[in-house]
């Protein structure tokens, strides 16, 4: 077969759809071996220890996202709430919340979570609670900064509960003559997220 | 048994936050592969798409000038691009169903939901090299195949027209090299 010709999709045409099988790429890298073969390393394992040699920044990094939240809530303040004020708000807080467990502080994820919910779910942007913005971000920065690291501290997570009961009463409230994207947004997440080991 | 030679890969990261990029960086060099490429918002990972020519896109989904989503669909575009079949990744913190829904309807690969895991990323890049799934383009859609098997208790009707010819079963390879030689 040559090249050219290697590299052409077989198209197969219905009569309202085309389903096609592109040239696969990638079995380049795809290496077969024998079952008993000896695994030279295990490319998971590496990359955990790789990760872990990067764990030491891990506490910076965190300092610089809670920073990153408190300048976005003072923008709020100061500017008022507005598309761009709003967007970077939710823009820390989603970084918090995906990246926070990797850091080190599972427990500040709920409460970025709830951030994020608040921000993205209420009708109005006008009418996001700025008390309840306030809260958020402190409980963030006092988790992080209380090294409040693993799972296990009763506060913290009372605190991200608590938050998270208030934030969700708030949404049910605000979007009580929306039934539909209610439900929408009371569905169970599709996509867990997955246990780091 | 497979193995992915991650060496013969060569990656683009796109991601607004220097942070996770690194993060991502770090995962992928221990996988074994050497060429991974970043961009920290949709149209510098378009450039980069362009440029680089990557075996594998690993996107975010919330970032400025353009999203993760829109960058999809843009890739996602027969003709206007030399790869519009390249597996995307969509690694995000949205996991609530209607994103992950949207995700799928953009054309992308996999999803995977933060906080990231070694194990997680592993299983998505093996995945989708180990198990090509074929496009399919209809008038609105046009990207992997959503299909991802066929379930024989469906009752509904059948929304693709032309027959039972219209699903062509395609061997992943990690099932051909799980079968004896």
Request: proline letters at 6%; charged letters at 25%; a positive charge.
């Amino acid at each position: 077969m040559s090249e050219k010709k290697a590299n052409l999709a077989a198209v197969s045409t219905f009569a309202d759809h085309e389903v096609i099988l592109p040239p696969n790429k990638l079995k380049k890298a795809v290496q077969k071996v024998k079952p008993d073969a000896k695994v030279e390393f295990d490319p998971v394992a590496r990359a955990e220890a790789a990760l872990a040699e990067l764990a030491a920044d891990f506490t910076q990094w965190m300092e610089q996202e809670c920073i990153r939240l408190d300048t976005a809530r003072k923008a709020v303040k100061a500017s008022g709430l507005n598309q761009g004020t709003c967007d970077a708000l939710f823009l820390a807080a989603h970084d918090i919340k995906g990246q926070a467990a990797t850091f080190g502080y599972p427990l500040v994820e709920p409460v970025a979570d709830s951030l994020c919910r608040l921000i993205e779910h209420t009708p109005d942007m006008k009418r996001i609670p700025l008390g309840l913005v306030d809260q958020h971000v402190d409980a963030v920065r006092a988790i992080t900064h209380r090294n409040t690291r693993g799972d296990s501290d009763a506060n913290a997570t009372m605190l991200a509960g608590k938050l998270r009961h208030v934030t969700e009463e708030f949404l049910a409230h605000a979007n009580r003559d929306r039934p539909e994207y209610l439900e929408q947004i009371l569905a169970p997440a599709l996509a867990p997220s997955e246990p780091s080991n | 048994m497979i193995r992915i030679d991650f060496n013969r890969l060569r990656f683009l990261v796109i991601d607004d936050n220097a942070h996770m990029r690194r993060i991502l960086r770090t995962l992928l060099h221990g996988f074994g592969t050497r060429e991974v490429y970043e961009a920290e918002d949709g149209a510098a990972g378009l450039e980069g798409f362009t440029h680089y020519s990557p075996d594998i896109v690993i996107t975010d989904w919330a970032m400025p000038i353009f999203d993760g989503l829109e960058l999809t669909q843009m890739i996602r575009q027969p003709g206007a691009n030399t790869n519009p079949y390249v597996p995307i990744i969509m690694l995000t913190g949205h996991s609530e169903k209607k994103r992950v829904i949207a995700a799928r309807d953009a054309g992308v690969t996999e999803f995977l939901a933060k906080p990231i895991s070694a194990k997680g990323l592993y299983q998505r890049v093996l995945n989708v090299v180990a198990n090509p799934r074929a496009f399919i383009r209809t008038k609105s859609y046009f990207g992997p195949d959503r299909r991802r098997s066929a379930n024989p208790n469906y009752a509904g009707p059948e929304r693709r027209k032309g027959g039972k010819a219209d699903v062509i079963k395609q061997q992943p390879l990690l099932d051909k090299a799980k079968s004896p030689t």
